[in-house]
């Protein structure tokens, strides 16, 4: 698949402080990097490193201290919620359902934006589900199933970057492939870019084409995949990849 080059998301100079200690702790410090459109970037990195925060930021709920994120060469806060969220999906490691069917759980989106969707059984096959769950409970669906719905609610606004924090780290191994297989199947159809936080140093492998480390709210390392798992230039990374947290704490 050919990609076009130019940054889709870019952090300019990013910090983000602790709001329960602004004076003292800082979640981000001076994050600077870009991703490309129509790829896909893992973020990997220990615990409380700043990796959900950092995508937290890309669809405002939070706003940076300091510096800015540029979503489409535009800064963030310049964004309305409404038309930010509609570009810009997030779904989350453990997918919230909300009451009623599955189909009224892919209505949602859009419905806050005053329309109606179309065609739901087209967002529903996108991930893999057969037409006759929309009528189903979405509390009484699988954990992968619930997975794949909250993908076919971000999917149904049609947004064009998908952030994507664990969304396969509470799935038993089986359904963690199919959901990332899915993923990766619709991206590629979709060309959307993808900013996927995973704790799975295989899978940050197997579906990155860029690949960042955070350790203490600091960006590493940013470099192409295959070359940040074979040739990583950071003493730090190198650790990191073999399971010697050494300085890198969480």
């Known amino acids: 698949m050919s990609r076009d080059k130019a940054p889709t998301v870019k ?9 329960e200690n602004p004076q003292s702790a800082t979640i981000l410090q001076n ?3 870009e991703v490309p459109a129509n790829h896909i970037l893992t973020v990997i990195g220990p615990s409380g490193s700043g990796k959900s925060t950092l995508l937290s930021l890309c669809n405002l709920l939070i706003s940076p201290d300091e510096g800015e994120v540029l979503i489409h060469s535009k800064e963030v806060r310049e964004w309305t919620v409404t038309d ?22 892919l209505n949602l989106g859009v419905k806050l934006q005053g329309k109606t969707l179309e065609n739901p059984e087209k967002w529903i096959e996108k991930v893999g589900l057969p037409p006759e769950i929309l009528k189903q409970s979405a ?13 076919a609610r971000v999917l149904a606004n ?14 038993d191994p089986t359904a963690a492939r199919e959901v990332e297989e899915w993923i990766l199947q619709l991206q590629s159809k979709e060309n959307s870019t993808v900013l996927w936080v995973t704790h799975n140093l295989d899978q940050a492998r197997r579906v990155g084409h860029i690949t960042w ?8 390392e940013a470099l192409p995949t295959e070359e940040f798992f074979e040739n990583p230039q950071e003493d730090v990374t190198r650790r990191f990849l073999i399971g010697e947290l050494g300085g890198i704490q969480a």
Not at 11 to 19: G, Q
Not at 139 to 151: E, F, M, P, T
Not at 213 to 220: E, I
């Open 84 to 105: 930010l969220r509609r570009r810009v999906g997030l779904v989350f490691q453990t997918p919230t359902m909300f009451p009623g069917t599955v189909l009224d759980n």
């Open 213 to 220: 480390l955070l350790a203490n709210g600091r960006l590493v």
């Open 158 to 171: 049609q947004p064009d970057i998908w952030l994507l924090d664990e969304v396969t780290s509470a799935l």
């Open 31 to 33: 994050i600077s990097g």
């Open 139 to 151: 509390n009484d669906l699988s954990g992968g199933q619930k997975q794949r719905v909250a993908l």
């Open 11 to 19: 952090f300019l100079n990013v910090t983000k402080k602790s709001p």
